[in-house]
């Protein structure tokens, strides 16, 4: 039984999972403290790292075609297990949403809006995405291809404005840091951007495409954010070299100094549209996957009762989750990978694994 | 703390109304459960309580109690 | 309720709607007017008399009145582009702050061209107050870092032309003197880099206050060594050459060579640089430099009874080892400091990861002893618009 009825094309969904991956792309400070110069070696080991994985929740997505997350567990491991894991699913996705919309919150609290209070800056971003939910995955992910390819754009710009700063000695020494701390900043990695596409397992009933071909569509969308990412870094890590590390938005700072002539220079602003279009792209696609997840679970016929509710619960849970960013950093590099490896990695896994061994695709009902 | 209550109330009126007059008490009693919820961590972090976070709670969970931390 | 979009009703609401919305987008919490921000300029950090505080001057540009006559300097006047005003306090931003009462606008940090240190409190240390120039989030990195030959509050002060604004103006002498090196100017965010760096020093350009025909003006001459944060010792202009050189980022320097038989005037440039730090198999570290540029004869003096195949090379033989005599100037005086400003010690780091690790410790032995060998070859290609000069017309 299916809440939303929309369909999004597989070039949509393409774009849709690069440009939530990308979202995370701007906030690079979680891991960059870790490994430093090094930072890019992790950012692709993460992402090799997560390649099989993704080809989990492809092989998820196939053999359960019309159904979407919270329905696959409760096929998969039975009624009350089923509803426990989507019950720690639903906390997950909400916890996300106020983490990134805690994000958004504090970037343009800290660096634009200073005197703003916070809650007013959230509560007019949820709004727009509320009004967005309301109407369904289409107008969710209507405007995702844009913001991926705007997002393309001003990164090679920025990349161009910054080449006059660029020092490639700043990535030597290479390879020299302990290797618990490469193991470390994948784990982030490969956890915190990368890891959180599961959440698209949520919408695979609405995407217009036979389950066969959405692997390709899936695959390159990950591929386009993870090379975002990898550039992104590049190019912060070669601009600002051993300061990288001091920095709680890197990227922030290396398009500040950018001065290509006198008059191309500040080029700051172009980063803090460009991350609150997509952390509006990525927040909406949260809440909405968590508005929808609430609905299933509770077998409604929609979800549009939910949508104020929840978002006024988000806003005050991103207040509660951390009392300033230093705890949200602190907490990004040791407790969160530790505890989205369970939901992104562990339990898919055993979602496979006993589907596979009650041979669920094929008949409904073998016990 | 006005503000806040004034907003929950715009929230109530506009999810309630039509659930009410659809007779769909199940999906009422569910989304007034977390509507519930909303209003009394509001007005608890509106009044100054310290609410403590379930992220860092888990955390220090997982770092004291299991160890598993870096 | 609402059944159907299109009753009138509903779409007046929201029109109504989207229009308040737009009433939201103006961010009108946070509105800088320009009349209530003063734009600082500059930023002048001194010692005071307490030695926990600093003297805090910040150079305030004015904005011209619009469709305003261009106003006179009048003897004393106050008619310029500029006003300063001066704090005392523990920190920078209380001084901004203690700044604050006595002016009717909130400072401006966004717009500050340059940062400069007065000698006594770079020779105290800089450390303790670079913190907020990182961490406030209207400061920016690119800001000119400086030290001042006297007091930073004489260098803000100074009315300058054609500039008038004199924080202003440093900025455009800086960016005019990367047309020679871009070594010769240094941003916070390269200070803060070789600061944060275990083994190497940062320098930083010193600029006077000098007194011309009829008007004062600021010459940038001199490059201020620190160790660590603290500024230890100063570099000639000849040593400056010498530091450019071994930095390699030239773009066009003039050579003056004065030999018994004459004097030459060139320019060079096409300039590479590489430098290579070097392990031996016995331990022994060393820089390798290798310098190729091209050159072209300006001006001769002299070189009396010689002709120009003559002269070239021995004005080459001149220019290459004038440039081997200023980088080992250059490199004594650091050695002699115990300042590795040349970025060696980073170097070996990068190239020589283990061996890094026995070296590190020990660097502040092993700089002093430190060796660079040079390999300069600078070729003349182009004799300027004439060959032979006035005196050798009729020796062919």
């Known amino acids: 039984m299916q809440i939303d009825k929309g369909k999004i094309t597989a070039v949509q969904f393409m774009f849709s999972v690069a440009c939530y991956m990308q979202a995370s792309s701007l906030l690079t400070a979680f891991f960059v403290g870790i490994t430093k110069q090094d930072s890019w070696i992790v950012v692709i080991l993460a992402f090799l790292v997560c390649l099989p994985f993704l080809f989990i929740f492809i092989s998820i997505m196939r053999n359960f075609p019309d159904k979407n997350l919270i329905q696959i567990n409760t096929l998969v491991f039975g009624p009350v297990v089923g509803n426990i894991i989507s019950a720690m699913y639903i906390w997950y996705f909400l916890t996300l949403t106020s983490l990134n919309l805690r994000d958004l919150s504090d970037f343009v609290h800290q660096t634009i809006m200073p005197k703003t209070p916070s809650i007013v800056i959230m509560f007019l971003f949820l709004l727009v995405c509320a009004w967005a939910v309301r109407f369904g995955i289409g107008v969710v992910t209507r405007y995702n291809t844009l913001f991926s390819i705007i997002q393309i754009v001003i990164l090679a710009l920025a990349v161009v404005f910054t080449a006059n700063l660029i020092d490639f000695q700043n990535f030597l020494p290479m390879f020299d840091q302990p290797a618990m701390e490469y193991v470390h900043g994948t784990h982030v990695v490969s956890t915190i951007p990368f890891g959180e596409v599961v959440v698209f397992l949520m919408i695979t009933p609405n995407i217009k495409l036979p389950p066969k071909k959405i692997s390709k569509f899936f695959l390159w969308g990950f591929v386009i954010g993870g090379i975002v990412l990898v550039v992104v870094i590049l190019r912060d890590t070669a601009v600002l070299g051993n300061v990288l590390g001091l920095f709680s938005l890197p990227s922030f700072e290396t398009q500040r100094m950018a001065s290509l002539m006198e008059a191309l220079s500040r080029l700051e602003i172009m980063f803090a549209s460009v991350l609150i279009i997509l952390l509006f792209a990525k927040v909406t696609f949260l809440y909405y996957v968590t508005v929808l997840s609430l609905a299933q679970i509770f077998k409604f016929e929609t979800f549009k009762p939910f949508i104020l509710s929840i978002g006024a619960l988000a806003i005050v849970y991103a207040f509660i989750l951390y009392s300033s960013s230093m705890q949200h950093v602190e907490s990004g590099t040791n407790a969160t990978p530790i505890l989205w490896t369970l939901f992104e990695f562990v339990l898919p896994m055993l979602t496979l694994l006993i589907a596979k061994m009650r041979k669920l695709p094929q008949t409904e009902e073998v016990v | ?70 | 309720m609402k059944k159907n979009f299109t009753t009138s009703v509903n779409r007046i609401i929201s029109v109504i709607l989207c229009l308040s919305i737009t009433l939201l987008t103006t961010g009108c919490w946070d509105s800088k007017e320009i009349d209530t921000i003063s734009i600082v300029t500059g930023i002048g950090i001194d010692t005071s008399q307490n030695p926990d505080e600093i003297n805090l001057t910040a150079q305030i540009g004015k904005t011209q009145p619009s469709g305003g006559a261009l106003q006179q300097d009048s003897a004393g006047g106050d008619n310029d582009s500029f006003l300063v005003m001066e704090a005392t306090s523990k920190g920078i931003l209380s001084a901004f702050e203690s700044m604050n009462t006595k002016n009717s606008r909130t400072p401006f940090l966004q717009h500050n061209q340059v940062i400069i240190f007065g000698k006594e409190q770079a020779e105290k240390g800089v450390q303790s107050y670079i913190d907020v120039f990182l961490r406030y989030y209207q400061m920016r990195m690119e800001v000119w870092f400086l030290v001042a030959d006297s007091k930073a509050k004489d260098i803000l002060t100074v009315k300058t032309q054609p500039e008038k604004n004199s924080a202003i103006s440093l900025s455009e002498i800086l960016r005019d003197e990367t047309n020679i090196s871009e070594s010769l100017r240094i941003n916070l965010k390269d200070f803060v880099s070789r600061l944060i760096e275990p083994t190497s020093s940062a320098i930083a350009p010193i600029v006077s206050v000098q007194k011309g025909i009829d008007t004062t003006f600021l010459a940038v001459d001199g490059m201020a060594i620190f160790k660590k944060d603290k500024m230890v010792g100063q570099l000639t202009s000849k040593q400056i050459d010498g530091y450019i050189w071994t930095m390699g980022r030239i773009k066009e320097i003039p050579l003056e060579i004065s030999l018994d038989p004459g004097y030459g005037n060139m320019q060079a440039f096409n300039i590479k640089c590489s430098m290579k730090p070097i392990i031996q198999k016995d331990g022994v570290i060393s820089v390798s430099l290798q310098i190729r540029g091209q050159m072209v004869l300006d001006e001769i003096k002299g070189f009396d009874s010689m002709n120009l195949n003559e002269i070239v090379p021995l004005l080459q033989r001149a220019a290459n080892e004038k440039v081997h005599q200023d980088i080992m100037n250059c490199l004594s005086e650091a050695q002699r400091l115990n300042s590795d400003i040349f970025g060696f010690g980073t170097a070996f780091h990068r190239n020589y990861p283990k061996e890094w690790k026995s070296l590190k410790n020990k660097w502040d032995q092993l700089f002093p002893k430190l060796k660079i060998n040079t390999d300069i070859k600078l070729e003349i290609i182009n004799p300027g618009k004439i060959g032979a000069s006035l005196n050798m017309e009729d020796k062919k």
């Open chain 2, 1 to 70: 703390m006005p503000y806040v209550i004034f907003a929950f109330l715009v929230i109530a009126l506009i999810d309630f109304l039509p659930l009410i007059k659809q007779k769909k008490y199940k999906e009422l009693f569910c989304v007034g459960a977390f509507f519930i919820t909303g209003v009394v961590l509001s007005i608890l972090y509106v009044s100054g309580v310290v609410i403590p976070s379930p992220m860092v709670l888990l955390g220090d969970f997982l770092k004291k109690v299991l160890h598993l931390s870096y």
